[in-house]
């Protein structure tokens, strides 16, 4: 009978878990981009040798009402941005970041304004279907190529915008296998999943992600967004960035001013995350322009961090950016990031680090201190970190730091600030309200009882 009443119990748990975890969502608080004009998706004829090889697939450039007519092959003057719908999906999705863009660009009067393009890949199956991502990322080259030829007289880089599989298969492109890398210094992901596959369908899904996580270049910003709970496709955990110099890592929940958790499809036409992205398009339209200089990306990923983290690094000039030779390129806010050479990390945190490991040898002792904070060489080996300073002092726990996990260990120390900072504002509050520090209020010794009166009993 007790078993029976246990099962029963666990039964119902699990039934609730399963309800609450499918259906008891948070609701859908964005708002929705509208058109204030007939949205148009004017063909782009490629190459007659391209289009013949990949049938399927189609270039487009998205305008709306009289802003089609800054469509002038080979004279164009703007920063280009390629959308790449995701599984199943269209390239029309592209018209809610496309019309926001436009509109911001009249209504500020740049002479460069932002151009929206995006490719046909026929809607195909491809988180199902691995063969299809190889030939997508080969196609997706062509149309760079070609998009930089429409502007003149300069070139300018390209923007990729990747949505679920579309990120991907954009993170894919500058695979050693399909050449040179491509002339893109910003890409951004919107629930992708970067460190491994939702579904392992077929090999050649296992395959193409081990060739499309290379290392990316260090003159390449990656931004890898998530929906948050909402987005029960594909999880926060999966659109981990892999193999990047400069990324960041962010939910739609914390992006400042947006706030909001976004389902798959949400994503791409919130209001609020739209904004957030024209905001940065428009922010670095001079250093998209212009060819990539370590001043512009670090530029660019200053910025990156301080729209979708609201981190405010420090501000990197040309001059500074070269000043400090311990400082390595690019790193402006705290993090880990990959040295030219073998098995070697820079570890660079706001707070002094105390190494801690079983093995001596193990332990990084080159530390120095640079304006953007104190910068560790540490060696592939994990090795456990403990960092020190009036931060974490004032909260009398020791924090360990695992740098074997490097991914998860781009942002402790970020997340670690902002904690302590939490806890310093939890203790002073609790102190005001009582009258006294929270630890006050905590005997540091054991009180002992006082022992109840003995009862003398009176001889007669």
């Known amino acids: 009978m007790r078993a029976c009443m246990c099962v029963c119990v666990v039964s119902v748990v699990l039934c609730l878990s399963v309800y609450d975890w499918l259906l008891v969502v948070d609701p859908n608080g964005c708002a929705m981009t509208w058109m204030f004009e007939f949205p148009q998706y004017v063909p782009v ?9 990949y049938p399927r697939y189609g270039l487009s450039f998205y305008c709306e009402g009289a802003g089609c007519s800054s469509y002038r092959p080979g004279r164009m003057r703007g920063v280009p941005v390629l959308f790449i719908p995701g599984n199943a999906d269209s390239h029309k999705q592209v018209r809610s970041l496309g019309s926001v863009s436009y509109r911001k660009g009249l209504d500020a009067g740049v002479s460069a304004p932002v151009h929206l393009f995006s490719v046909s890949l026929n809607e195909e199956w491809s988180a199902l279907f691995g063969p299809v991502l190889q030939e997508q990322a080969a196609f997706l080259r062509h149309c760079i190529e070609h998009i930089r030829h429409l ?47 939702v579904l392992r369908v077929d090999a050649a899904t296992d395959r193409f992600y081990e060739s499309a996580m290379s290392s990316l270049p260090s003159d390449v910003v990656l ?31 914390s992006v400042p001013r947006v706030w909001l958790s976004t389902d798959h499809r949400c994503i791409v036409w919130c209001k609020e995350l739209v904004l ?65 050479g073998d098995g070697e990390w820079l570890l660079l945190t706001s707070s002094p680090i105390r190494c801690h490991s079983p093995r001596p040898h193990e332990c990084p002792l080159q530390q120095s201190a640079t304006p953007a904070g104190q910068l560790l060489l540490v060696p592939s080996t ?24 490097l991914g998860w260990a781009a942002d402790a120390s970020v997340a670690l600030d902002r904690l302590a900072g939490a806890t310093r504002w939890l203790r002073r509050s609790a102190g005001g309200a009582l009258g006294q520090p929270w630890h006050a209020r905590v005997p540091s010794r054991p009180v002992a009882c006082a022992a109840p009166p003995r009862r003398v009993r009176r001889s007669q």
């Open 45 to 53: 004829p490629l190459n007659e040798s391209v289009g013949a090889f």
């Open 276 to 340: 957030v992205t024209s905001r940065l398009l428009m922010e670095l339209n001079t250093d998209l322009l212009s060819a990539p200089s370590p001043a512009s990306v670090q530029r660019i990923f200053a910025a990156t961090q301080r729209y979708y983290v609201g981190e405010k690094g420090p501000v990197v000039s040309g001059a500074s950016a070269t000043e400090s030779s311990s400082l390595p390129e690019g790193a402006v806010s705290p993090g880990v990031y990959h040295t030219d």
């Open 151 to 197: 502007y003149q007289p300069v070139a300018p880089q390209v923007v990729l915008l990747g949505n679920s599989m579309g990120g991907v298969v954009a993170r894919a492109l500058f695979s050693p296998q399909l050449g040179p890398p491509p002339a893109v210094s910003l890409l951004i992901t919107q629930a992708s999943p970067l460190s491994r596959p």
């Open 382 to 405: 994990p090795v456990v970190l403990q960092l020190t300073g009036p931060a974490w002092s004032e909260r009398r726990v020791p924090v360990v730091l695992d740098v074997g996990w």
């Open 223 to 253: 931004v890898s967004l998530s929906g948050g709970v909402r987005d029960t496709l594909v999880s926060t955990p999966l659109t981990e960035p892999v193999g990047s110099i400069r990324s960041t890592w962010a939910s739609t929940t």
